[in-house]
């Protein structure tokens, strides 16, 4: 039912009926689409902010992405419907909406670009989708073969949904000159002011044919009509579509061809699907993509889809590995970089993504492309106040404003600062950076990047109050419980132990930097601040979560709902808060009260009603990202954590229920395709174990980069440091060797591990040479190494 | 195929695939349900903004009602799926999802309540929906009865859509002890500030069963399966529903009844649907509605519907009439009172009315609860401010804010409140009005309302430009030309013209109210105001609409679109600017430029591309209610105006295009059912033919009360005016005679009216007394009267 291709470039899922609906998606620099096994479709482009050219059939909110939509019969989608014109019968490719079963079904999931292929009746289809890298549109190979052994007389109809555009004005219309449907729009605006704007927008859907059709429709109802979306009237009763348009009625981009195939005979065809501004860009489309050829002979159409394979193949990791786990070695080496690169590249489809997203998003940009990441650190810190506090989200375009969730006041974004840059440091050395100087959003005095974060790093030890705990306003990391401290009084647990986490790492990278005093007061405050921890947050089994504006401690062991949150607990074996005892302590905790079969829980029980000095999280339905779900950011951190302090088999336990397989068909069942670990799979589970495990279908997470440190800092232990590359694996005691191709500042490093029974300490060789503290030094670049680790087989 | 019953009570469609679908409505004082001939409902209630309680299956944007909105497999809507247990066969009840063809079908859209009939493979299905007068909930019939001479084992399932409620929390199940589903959402919020507001909503849904199903779904997807909506899994495959559960799933309202019925036995069964804050809610309505029974042995549902029908019953109008034309009979006696009523009662369920809206529409509740509009006057007056300025619209609720085009500021509102009054007046004879002392919206000092009106007259007399036109700002009525004025200097032809006549009605209301010599000055400016019109504004053949910013007259003949507006041209007849030649002239370009099958339109030729000196119209879909429709509203003004200089013939042939019938089947196959006026009928004729005429399916329109002013002070002559009742009918040529009954202050007149050969002038006689000057004075209250009204057969 799901397998990896033979060349590990797809993942081919083999039913499209599975439920929930597996997806995965492509991205380009200007646009994101998700696409479902059965043709359904979610796309957006920026404009600047997101927008759609496919929409649903009745006016939909504008929103972020939501975590699991629902699909239903008129959901947007790209669908080919086949009619036989001796028989009548008619099926669709790539399922919906006919719903035909067919004979042979495969809907091939690529890193660039996704294809289906669909045997039913004695006709082949395969339909594939890629994207050009620049452009918002999406480019589409079908073809149609008769697999029978008799002549066949085919209709085939593309349709391409276009649905309710706006309520201002939509029609379409074919366009004989252009070979394509075009549709146009006006967003609807009320003020004068807007119109600025929105005449700007690209408020035109296309399909553009390389072949000309026979007929076409642009009027939904009309080709409908009352055989409905699953057997449309225009073709179970018409032998060609009526040609008809849309004026202020819903459009849909249909075309149909006639065609005669011989047995064995296939006949293929391309379009070009997506938002323009007006009919000449349109005709420009087709000109580059389908008219002019380049010197090779090759078309736009066949350069793009050449180019953006490129362009994905840039977004690789800094680790090949090859391990017993074939499933883990398939998502580490090929999509867990990929996710890495889209989160990087894309900054989510957003202006004004929150400010922790982009730090990690670059965080995970430094094992892909540094430059990125160096260059996103210093527009973020551009918009530091001089005060030291860092907005809850960074603009991305001039007409960007904070929207949604970053309108809340959050205290927690100077705490990833630090934390993100280590990483980068890690990799690349390239401490330079802490000597940039850069200007604050307030103040037009420029200072260094090391000031700038020095500032935040005091900012966070003044916004605290009496006791030393660090306030929470309206809401931190993972996620707003919007009212905990909204009065200005209440505090968070997690935020406090965070503070101290990255006092820690900052202090490190004082130290690397030659800022030795600097580094000795921030590993102080750190450790006080560990003390003060435990002094007002230790539960007796775990840590408490936050202490409201009426001073309610909640998070523990007396609440009936919300009893324990997972942050507090790893994050304190990150700062230093736990010892060795309450360590012990917490991890059973955690494993008795929030390990699910599918991961750990963000927090448990799951609140199931509300609890106003706590706030929203509380109306969040229990199993949701903010609510109780296996939210894999969160589970990130925590083995993380667990790495950190050396508990290898829970963490690569834990991390292996994170990363899709072994169990492919578990994770189709869960609503997705194993190319990417989603936000939440859904938690509850002692609650409400129907639902548990199910996918969230978003993509958008920050899990990537800690499933990434995880790998590189903690299972195979290859982080780097100041002096080079620390090599310190940590492989679950079912592995007996292991090997890691490393990319690590311009060398390539070829990493053999092996458990060797009855050795004392981990060995490691360098071109056979023994290096004695593990750190491979003075490594050139653009030269190979052959290192040998040998691992004593008891750990 | 369209017919009205045999008692007048309902409008009877014969068969559900009429395209576009035709629909009717209900309302009371809390909610508003609109349905469809095939089953599809939008409904909302009021808490305090618009609300509602079964949702597309999607996110659905917020937004005003939208007009000629596209149906789709998964529009919310009621459904009843019949199965024959045996043979397997499944229709559904109305039409949709099944889409099966009955063998009789029947949609009765009544004035309390809305009925389908509905026979198909041997059963017979009647659903039939009422509301309560005050409770936002749906009161549903279901009657099944074995029509075929054999005893049939059936199962029949109600399907009341939910869908997507919320993305924060939605969730759904059966409670056993309630007999109901009852689904559960919180409407999403992020800043905490919002949260005291959103929990006090009613955001659960309920669906009450009298009886006790054998099974249930509340979990959509379940229910549908790969069946789809149109064909479910749940129904086909299953002999009984899985009684489920939805958990952050889309919830769906599905009961399942198995039943055995003998040949000709019916079953009854009755559903309550509707939105609740909470299961206790539930569970009183319950007991409300289905378990405790009145003195009469009557429960709650039946009075409920009783009370119901009588509430709507007292919203009849002042004319009964019997004219040789039976369909404008039957509007004017039936649906047309009740569509004022409609407006009256409830304001549009909007709490931020358009102040010209609001004035208009108790207009029109001036002759249904004229007590009712005496106090919306006064609600009005409050909101003035103290320079005479009426604000964009009147908010009617503490928590309401001034929303969507109520944000945009238009210079119209004062105009309405003479011309609004003068009906109040006319009908009441009530000047105790002009005395009642009011605040204003931005000082303490209260005014009469005498005074307030006239601040009003001299803050129109006041925004205008050195040559006396007034400004347009960025709108005025009919509608938002955005860009005419914004800089300050563009002014409105329209508005011009029309503060003219509002002059005029007011200096004739204080001439009545013993202030002749404010009465002077009015008529003295609005006498300067049509000569100014005429200079500026006269374009030859027709009054231009407006003069931009940039001294750009348009609405001109050499414009090419948007070359002439009705209204200037109405209006200018009203307020006197046109003299007998203009208005020769004008009444000529309007029938040939505006006149269509269906109506003037609005404008015309439509605009199809923006002009940026004009503004928002342009932008608007050709067709639309704002460029070129036949906008009924200006249309009944043109009318209106008309009858004021005499035009019968030609008014009577406008009105009757704008009144359903005689051609029903027409108008069905526009959009509707003959209930009620729809705001706008599409236009743009002449450019796009094969839409013209569609009905918006909007009954939101102040139409309303200026057709029964044609009616009442045109057709029929029976306006009231200070000394009694004015008669002076202008019945058209080809009606001989005509009956009226017409409640007037009290009194009740039965009048005849006939066209008598060889007659010099209108007689009137009251009781066989001849009235001189045809003013019935000093009728008396709970007195009827015979008039008799003998007419010129010439005229």
Known sequence: ????????????????????????????????????????????????????????????????????????????????????????????????????????????????????????????????????????????????????????????????????????????????????????????????????????????????????????????????????????????????????????????????????????????????????????????????YLLNTNADGEDGFTAAEREYDRYIREGRGRIEIATPDPDLDNFVNHWLPRQMYYHGQTNRLTTDPQTRNFLQDHMGMSYIKPQTAREAFLIALRQQNANGAMPDGIILHKDAELKYINQVPHTDHCVWLPICLSTYLDETNDYSILEEKVPYADSEQTESVFQHINKAMFWLMNDRDERGLNYINQGDWCDPMNMVGYKGKGVSGWLTIATAYAFNVWAGICESSGHSDKAKEFRADAQKTNEVVNQYLWDGEWYARGITDDNVKFGISTDREGRIFINPQGW???????????????????????????????????????????????????????????????????????????????AFRLLRKMIPGPDLEDIVQRGQLPVFIPNYYRGA?????????????????????????????????????KEGLQIKPQLPAGWKEASVKRDFRGAELHIVMKKVPGLDAIEVYADEVLVADGILKDLQPDTEYQVLVNIPDEI
């Open 1 to 288: 039912m799901i397998r990896p291709s033979e060349d590990q470039e797809y993942y081919e899922l083999l039913t499209p009926t599975a439920l929930p609906k597996a997806s995965g998606f492509l991205w380009n620099e200007k646009m994101m689409i998700h696409v479902n096994c059965r043709g359904y479709v979610v796309a957006q482009f920026m404009q600047p902010e997101p927008a759609k050219y496919s929409h649903a059939p009745n006016l939909e909110a504008k929103t972020f992405m939501q975590p699991e939509q629902p699909y239903y019969a008129h959901h947007p989608g790209r669908f080919l419907y086949v009619k036989d014109e001796e028989s009548g019968e008619v099926f669709s490719a790539p399922y919906e909406p006919v719903r035909e079963q067919a004979d042979q079904y495969t809907f091939a999931i690529g890193k660039s670009s996704i294809v289906w292929r669909v045997e039913c009746k004695g006709i082949h289809v395969e339909m594939s989708l890629s994207l050009p890298r620049e452009d918002a549109m999406e480019l589409w190979r079908v073809k149609v073969k008769n697999l029978s052994g008799a002549p066949r007389k085919l209709s085939i109809y593309p349709y391409f949904t276009v649905g309710y555009m706006s309520w201002m004005n939509q029609s379409g219309q074919y366009h004989e000159d252009l070979q394509a449907i075009v549709c146009t729009s006006i967003t609807p605006y009320q003020k004068y002011q807007d119109y600025s704007k929105i005449k700007e927008f690209s408020d035109k859907t296309f399909l553009i044919a390389e072949r000309k059709p026979a007929a076409w429709e642009v009027n939904q109802e009309v080709f409908e009509g009352e055989g409905g979306i699953t057997m449309p009237s225009g073709i179970r009763d018409q032998e060609l579509l009526s040609k008809g348009d849309a004026r202020y009625e819903t459009p849909a981009a249909v075309l149909q061809y006639r065609i005669e195939l011989a047995p064995g005979e296939e006949e293929a065809y391309r379009f070009i699907f997506g938002p323009a501004r007006d009919e000449e860009q349109v005709a420009q489309i087709r000109s580059n």
């Open 685 to 721: 589970y002692r609650q409400f174990p129907r639902t548990a495990g199910r996918s969230s279908h978003l993509f958008n997470t920050g899990t990537v980069p800690w499933v990434y440190r995880c790998l590189i800092d903690g299972l195979f232990g290859l982080q780097g440091c």
């Open 572 to 650: 304190s074996m990150l700062s230093g808060a736990a010892d060795q005892e309450k360590q012990s302590k917490l991890m059973r905790a955690v494993t008795e009260q929030l390990e699910t079969p599918y991961g750990v829980e963000k927090l448990a029980p799951s609140f199931t009603s509300m609890r106003e000095d706590v706030g929203r999280v509380t109306q969040k339905h229990p199993g949701s990202a903010e609510n109780g779900a296996v939210y894999n950011h969160a589970a990130a951190f925590y083995i993380y954590a667990l790495y950190t302090v050396g508990e290898k088999e829970d």
